[in-house]
């Protein structure tokens, strides 16, 4: 999550660079120092000079094995994973794609099993179903290649770390088909052969459970319930969710579904609280070294004054997670889900070569409105909920109308 100030790009001598500029191993090396300097800044990376040392050896051996740009930010993505931090990783660019990428294909965790949730039409999808259990991705038994994926994967908590491990469960190289090895409910096993095509925007996995859109879904479930999906928290979502409450009115009920949501910008938080509170009630404290400070909902025109209830999950992070959390603490929602990702810090950025961005955390932690923490730990639902292999297997889980958590959180 970005923190109150705008976004921050901090300088670095070779960040106007484009990739063609690391093809030697002393620019990488460069790299690798502004890196290392940059999350040095922070109190929560090394906590001791052994580990920034050891860290700081770790990515120069990357900068001195590498071939060319993809490989060596490649290399120190999978590096910036081994924190504890849910918001340290890199975006690529269309100048350097070294990021995986995964077919269009959502994966749930239900009894302790990889379970394919969704699928979307066409042939991509390789002949997985709703329902299917993963058995082996790639050669690999799914235990193990989920360890892989654990192991690569940022996160404030294990987690959350764990929920969006599953979900990249079937990540790879560009345009190359998954192995995938799965059970299906009639009991048989079969292969499949999903393709890897669509990329994942800074590690936040847009598509949820397979189909989510990049802006506010807003349905009309019943006479007396509304349902609306926030899939961030980026400043043109407040306008568009203050559209789809106006179209709302007075409808008595209200599903607010944050589930895979991965937060953004902290006064977007702020506003959109505003749209379900009368006054600008405390949200949240934000605490950096000594100073702490409060931050207030701003209520603006539009208002809805019905029953709340938000939707999460352990891939709802950073914005998202503290939203629910306040709300709740203002009585004013009633949580549904499972424990969130427990990502509460500010987010800084620093531009490298070739278009490629480093996000990582800053000092400054959000925490709820009493001063308890969310960084680490997340936030439990008051109504916690997992879903089983039968319901996704009834191609039911993201569709508001059948969705098994959504049903639950209007009875």
Same mark, same amino acid.
């Given at each position: 999550?970005?923190?109150?100030?705008?976004? *921050?790009?901090?300088?670095?001598? &070779?960040?106007?660079?484009? /990739?063609?500029?690391?093809?030697?191993?002393?620019?990488?090396?460069?790299?690798?120092?502004?890196?290392?300097?940059?999350?040095?800044?922070?109190?929560?990376?090394?906590?001791?000079?052994?580990?920034?040392?050891?860290?700081?050896?770790?990515?120069?051996?990357?900068? @001195?094995?590498?071939?060319?740009?993809?490989?060596?930010?490649?290399?120190?993505?999978?590096?910036?994973?081994?924190?504890?931090?849910?918001?340290?990783?890199?975006?690529?660019?269309?100048?350097?794609?070294?990021?995986?990428?995964?077919?269009?294909?959502?994966? *749930?965790? /239900?009894?302790?099993?990889?379970?394919?949730?969704?699928?979307?039409?066409?042939?991509?999808?390789?002949?997985?179903?709703?329902?299917?259990?993963?058995?082996?991705?790639?050669?690999?038994?799914?235990?193990?290649?989920? $360890?892989?994926?654990?192991?690569?994967? +940022?996160?404030?908590?294990?987690?959350?770390?764990?929920?969006?491990?599953?979900?990249?469960?079937?990540?790879? +190289?560009?345009?190359?088909?998954?192995?995938?090895?799965?059970?299906?409910? @009639?009991?048989?096993?079969? @292969? &499949?052969?999903? *393709?890897?095509?669509?990329?994942?925007?800074?590690?936040?996995?847009?598509?949820?459970? $397979?189909?989510?859109?990049?802006?506010?879904?807003?349905?009309?479930?019943?006479?007396?319930?509304?349902?609306?999906?926030?899939?961030?928290?980026?400043?043109?979502?407040?306008?568009?969710?203050?559209?789809?409450?106006? /179209?709302?009115?007075?409808?008595?009920?209200?599903?607010?579904?944050?589930?895979?949501?991965?937060?953004?910008?902290?006064?977007?938080?702020?506003?959109?609280?505003?749209?379900?509170?009368?006054?600008?009630?405390?949200?949240?404290?934000?605490?950096? !070294?000594?100073?702490?400070?409060?931050? =207030?909902?701003?209520?603006?025109?539009?208002?809805?004054?019905?029953? #709340?209830?938000?939707?999460?999950? $352990?891939?709802?992070?950073?914005? /998202?997670? #503290?939203?629910?959390?306040?709300?709740? @603490?203002?009585?004013?929602?009633?949580?549904?889900?499972? &424990?969130?990702?427990?990502?509460? =810090?500010?987010?800084?950025?620093?531009?490298?070569? !070739?278009?490629?961005?480093?996000?990582?955390?800053?000092?400054?932690?959000?925490?709820?409105?009493?001063? =308890?923490?969310?960084?680490?730990?997340?936030?439990?639902?008051?109504?916690?909920?997992?879903?089983?292999?039968?319901?996704?297997?009834?191609?039911?889980?993201?569709?508001?109308?059948?969705?098994?958590?959504? =049903?639950?959180?209007?009875?």
């Amino acid at each position: 999550m970005r923190r109150v100030l705008p976004l *921050l790009l901090l300088p670095l001598a &070779c960040a106007g660079k484009s /990739a063609a500029s690391l093809r030697d191993s002393s620019a990488r090396a460069g790299v690798s120092a502004g890196v290392v300097a940059a999350l040095d800044r922070q109190d929560h990376y090394f906590r001791s000079v052994g580990e920034r040392r050891a860290f700081e050896l770790q990515l120069g051996r990357i900068a @001195d094995e590498s071939v060319d740009a993809e490989s060596y930010y490649a290399a120190v993505a999978d590096a910036l994973a081994a924190f504890d931090e849910g918001h340290t990783s890199l975006a690529g660019s269309p100048e350097v794609p070294f990021a995986s990428t995964i077919p269009p294909v959502a994966i *749930l965790e /239900a009894g302790g099993w990889p379970v394919i949730a969704g699928v979307a039409p066409g042939v991509e999808g390789g002949g997985l179903r709703p329902g299917d259990v993963v058995l082996e991705v790639d050669g690999a038994p799914w235990d193990r290649a989920l $360890g892989r994926r654990i192991a690569v994967t +940022p996160g404030s908590t294990q987690h959350g770390r764990r929920a969006r491990a599953v979900a990249n469960l079937l990540a790879g +190289p560009t345009g190359a088909p998954a192995h995938v090895r799965v059970r299906g409910t @009639d009991g048989r096993t079969r @292969d &499949c052969f999903p *393709l890897r095509f669509l990329l994942d925007d800074e590690g936040m996995d847009r598509f949820r459970f $397979g189909f989510l859109e990049e802006r506010v879904t807003a349905l009309q479930l019943g006479p007396a319930t509304a349902y609306v999906a926030l899939p961030d928290f980026s400043p043109e979502r407040q306008r568009e969710l203050e559209d789809a409450l106006r /179209a709302i009115g007075t409808t008595p009920r209200l599903v607010l579904d944050l589930r895979g949501n991965p937060g953004g910008r902290i006064r977007t938080l702020q506003r959109i609280a505003g749209l379900f509170l009368d006054r600008p009630e405390d949200l949240l404290q934000l605490a950096e !070294g000594n100073r702490t400070e409060t931050l =207030r909902a701003s209520p603006g025109e539009v208002r809805y004054r019905g029953s #709340l209830r938000i939707l999460v999950d $352990g891939r709802t992070g950073s914005a /998202a997670e #503290l939203l629910a959390a306040a709300l709740a @603490d203002l009585k004013r929602a009633t949580v549904y889900g499972s &424990c969130t990702a427990g990502s509460a =810090r500010s987010r800084l950025t620093l531009a490298l070569p !070739g278009g490629v961005l480093l996000h990582y955390a800053g000092r400054a932690e959000f925490r709820r409105a009493d001063g =308890r923490p969310v960084e680490g730990i997340g936030v439990t639902p008051d109504v916690p909920y997992e879903p089983t292999r039968d319901e996704l297997a009834r191609a039911v889980y993201g569709d508001p109308f059948l969705d098994p958590l959504v =049903r639950l959180a209007v009875e």
